[in-house]
């Protein structure tokens, strides 16, 4: 089974509305609905005992904008109107010791969430100062989702907390978050010596640009994934590249007609030098509109 990825289920527990399939999938999968509900609880606890937060200051955005590599026409603020009608502005020097702290191995709590008993297996507390919890998030390193660590999740679920919004506004404001639309989906089924399952999606992002999205589950390998697009009768292919971890995203070339090759394959290569199919499916489906 094709999991929700992690960005899926942070938006969700932010408030985001499920779209169809991803309500259906949580009916269906205790894995996703328990983690999504573990996110929820960060949320909660946040929301409910931190006070209204300050408008952060401009350095906030100016970080914000260098991380994600956002072009000169969008490094204005989108806050400054905030503090003009009178929003007041967080200090400079707080809106620094707050970032470290939000990209440090801790994250600092107001309550403590149900579940991180350490007497089950959870992360103990760590009493802070001004009545704060401190939790470890270096023991989280080692659980992992389906190869992606699960504190990635919880740091952007924290980061949003802690600007209680803002940058999320910023970005909702500017245009820069809208989900892609779906092209078109395929099912990947196992074949023959595998049980595994997954899932891929032509989306077309905002720019224009289509990507492949796969998902599988986990499958030993002895050598490597790699992704292709087959022609109906498996005679003419494409490599769209490696397949490192359970989740993958290929940016397709403008003029590859996905009609032409509507076939997804995941294959187990090995590591011989020779760039043709190895002839060793692991899963295969065929992308519907």
Known sequence: ???????????????????????????????????????????????????????????????????????????????????????????EDTAARDDTAVRGDTAVRHDTVPGDDPAAGGDAPVRGGGGADVVDLGSRRDRSRRGVPYPLAAAAVAAALFVGGAAVWGVQQLGLGPEPTLLARAELEP???????????????????????????????????EVWLLAPDAQRMVSLGVMAGDEAVFVLPENLDVGEFPVVDVSDEPVDGDPTHSGDSIVRGVLET
Do not use: N
Request: with cysteine; proline share 10%.
């Open 1 to 91: 089974m094709a999991h929700l990825s992690e960005e899926t289920l942070t938006l969700l527990a932010l408030g985001e509305g499920p779209d169809p399939r991803s309500r259906d999938h949580l009916e269906s999968c205790p894995e996703c609905a328990a983690e999504l509900e573990q996110l929820r609880h960060v949320v909660r606890a946040g929301r409910a005992s931190a006070p209204a937060p300050a408008a952060p200051g401009p350095g906030v955005w100016a970080a914000i904008h260098a991380e994600l590599g956002l072009s000169d026409d969008v490094a204005h603020d989108p806050l400054d109107g905030a503090r003009a009608v009178g929003a007041p502005a967080a200090p």
């Open 191 to 225: 074949l023959a010596g595998y049980s595994a399952r997954g899932s891929a999606e032509v989306d077309e992002r905002p720019d224009g640009t289509r990507q492949l999205v796969v998902r599988t589950d986990p499958a030993d390998v002895d050598g490597f994934k």
